[in-house]
């Protein structure tokens, strides 16, 4: 069974040792501190705690000053303080939650009674632990809301953020060569490599939707490229483990959108959950899917491009101007090659002037230039779909000829 460790702060040894004689005999594990100060330095070390019994009268720094400084990081639902206090005045009582604290014991107390309360608050505190498995801390923060008690339906933030979609190409075929069982568990091995990589970047997993993922990033587009690059690399580090274990490697389609957006709380009373609104949350969702058309890992949209601090630190190359389904008005669409492996990554760079000479003579109509351009891109890099496709499209335009008032954007069908 799992050892809860406690932490207790009183200045007076005998308190301490009744204290830790208590709670050993329960099978807590307990760890001692005579002071506010040697009670913060455990924590600032990296040490958990599940629960920490804290005297409020002590010297140098008291009770309600050691709680305040560990709810600057620590939130009541995350790690429960119980104050040890001589004075029972309500007032007294009051200041101590104020404070931060969750719940009292007067002294001197009783054994049943201090058991009883710090099984209590242990129970609690992981059930909110397990409560943020489902719904996490991030979300909780960003709904401005201090546990998963607060939530209610409705409850939704509006503002311009970046958003990610992703999924595993070819998914369906793949698991069609595996039992349910086998299926299951590698959505959960892929996702336990790369979900880490969303949190390490500043964003947040939305939900999942099988083997795919739509997450957001607050705090804007860098965030969201940074994550997608990182998860991306992680996938290539992942591939790595499977060729080593005999199994197939697999391909990420990765699409990034910022924009207007609510994120927030639906359903309705009896069953809720987060979910993300936006005429450019299901542009994301596009882009996303573009990424198997284009032969590409990470497409981005201009308005990521534009909102990026130093774009020029990313090696972006630019893919299309595109009118996606279920659009009226064009959009441009980018390749971030840090996504790809390094050998991707130089062969597209190596035949990138070669590429965009092909781009230039398509937006002037000179088709067979661009098809001669394109075809030297094949030359060397026979894999990039994305100079076929452009070369089907001038071949096509070439026979067919230029529809009227054409604006040089492809309207796609593909969803």
Request: aromatic share 8%.
């Given at each position: 069974?799992?050892?809860?460790?406690?932490?207790?702060?009183?200045?007076?040894?005998?308190?301490?040792?009744?204290?830790?004689?208590?709670?050993?005999?329960?099978?807590?594990?307990?760890?001692?501190?005579?002071?506010?100060?040697?009670?913060?330095?455990?924590?600032?070390?990296?040490?958990h705690f599940d629960l920490i019994i804290l005297d409020i009268m002590m010297p140098r720094m008291s009770g309600y000053?050691?709680?305040?400084?560990?709810?600057?990081?620590?939130?009541?639902?995350?790690?429960?303080?119980?104050?040890?206090?001589?004075?029972?005045?309500?007032?007294?009582?009051?200041?101590?939650?104020?404070?931060?604290?969750?719940?009292?014991?007067?002294?001197?107390?009783?054994?049943?009674?201090?058991?009883?309360?710090?099984?209590?608050?242990?129970?609690?505190?992981?059930?909110?632990?397990?409560?943020?498995?489902?719904?996490?801390?991030?979300?909780?923060?960003?709904?401005?809301?201090?546990?998963?008690?607060?939530?209610?339906?409705?409850?939704?933030?509006?503002?311009?953020?970046?958003?990610?979609?992703?999924?595993?190409?070819?998914?369906?075929?793949?698991?069609?060569?595996?039992?349910?069982?086998?299926?299951?568990?590698?959505?959960?091995?892929?996702?336990?490599?790369?979900?880490?990589?969303?949190?390490?970047?500043?964003?947040?997993?939305?939900?999942?939707?099988?083997?795919?993922?739509?997450?957001?990033?607050?705090?804007?587009?860098?965030?969201?490229?940074?994550?997608?690059?990182?998860?991306?690399?992680?996938?290539?580090?992942?591939?790595?483990?499977?060729?080593?274990?005999?199994?197939?490697?697999?391909?990420?389609?990765?699409?990034?959108?910022?924009?207007?957006?609510?994120?927030?709380?639906?359903?309705?009373?009896?069953?809720?959950?987060?979910?993300?609104?936006?005429?450019?949350?299901?542009?994301?969702?596009?882009?996303?899917?573009?990424?198997?058309?284009?032969?590409?890992?990470?497409?981005?949209?201009?308005?990521?491009?534009?909102?990026?601090?130093?774009?020029?630190?990313?090696?972006?190359?630019?893919?299309?101007?595109?009118?996606?389904?279920?659009?009226?008005?064009?959009?441009?669409?980018?390749?971030?090659?840090?996504?790809?492996?390094?050998?991707?990554?130089?062969?597209?760079?190596?035949?990138?002037?070669?590429f965009e000479r092909g781009l230039k003579h398509y937006r002037r109509h000179e088709f067979r230039a661009a098809k001669?351009?394109?075809?030297?891109?094949?030359?060397?890099?026979?894999?990039?779909?994305?100079?076929?496709?452009?070369?089907?499209?001038?071949?096509?335009?070439?026979?067919?000829?230029?529809?009227?008032?054409?604006?040089?954007?492809?309207?796609?069908?593909?969803?």
């Open positions: 069974l799992e050892q809860f460790k406690i932490l207790i702060v009183d200045d007076d040894p005998i308190n301490l040792q009744v204290l830790n004689n208590h709670l050993s005999l329960q099978n807590y594990r307990v760890i001692q501190a005579l002071n506010g100060e040697q009670a913060l330095s455990f924590l600032e070390s990296g040490q000053e050691v709680c305040a400084k560990l709810r600057e990081k620590y939130p009541s639902h995350e790690l429960p303080v119980v104050m040890l206090t001589a004075k029972n005045q309500v007032s007294d009582l009051i200041v101590g939650f104020q404070f931060g604290a969750n719940d009292y014991l007067a002294k001197p107390f009783s054994k049943d009674e201090l058991l009883t309360r710090i099984k209590s608050h242990i129970n609690l505190s992981q059930t909110n632990s397990a409560y943020g498995r489902f719904f996490p801390d991030a979300f909780l923060d960003f709904l401005k809301k201090e546990s998963i008690v607060d939530i209610q339906l409705g409850n939704h933030v509006s503002k311009q953020m970046a958003v990610m979609f992703s999924d595993i190409r070819s998914f369906t075929a793949l698991s069609e060569t595996m039992t349910p069982q086998e299926n299951f568990d590698f959505v959960n091995a892929y996702l336990r490599e790369v979900s880490p990589k969303i949190r390490e970047h500043g964003g947040f997993i939305v939900k999942y939707l099988g083997d795919g993922m739509m997450a957001v990033f607050p705090n804007g587009a860098d965030d969201a490229v940074r994550g997608g690059i990182a998860k991306l690399q992680q996938v290539h580090r992942y591939n790595a483990d499977r060729l080593d274990s005999g199994y197939q490697p697999i391909q990420v389609g990765v699409g990034l959108h910022f924009g207007q957006m609510m994120v927030g709380i639906v359903g309705e009373a009896a069953r809720m959950q987060g979910d993300a609104f936006s005429d450019n949350v299901n542009l994301a969702s596009r882009l996303e899917s573009l990424t198997k058309l284009y032969g590409v890992s990470l497409i981005i949209s201009e308005k990521v491009l534009d909102n990026l601090t130093r774009p020029e630190q990313y090696q972006v190359r630019f893919l299309d101007r595109v009118i996606v389904q279920g659009k009226q008005q064009p959009i441009s669409i980018y390749e971030v090659l840090d996504g790809e492996t390094e050998l991707v990554r130089e062969i597209k760079l190596q035949t990138q002037q070669d001669t351009c394109f075809y030297q891109v094949l030359a060397v890099n026979p894999e990039d779909k994305t100079a076929v496709l452009y070369l089907d499209r001038v071949n096509h335009l070439i026979e067919k000829g230029v529809p009227e008032n054409w604006s040089g954007a492809w309207t796609l069908t593909q969803k």
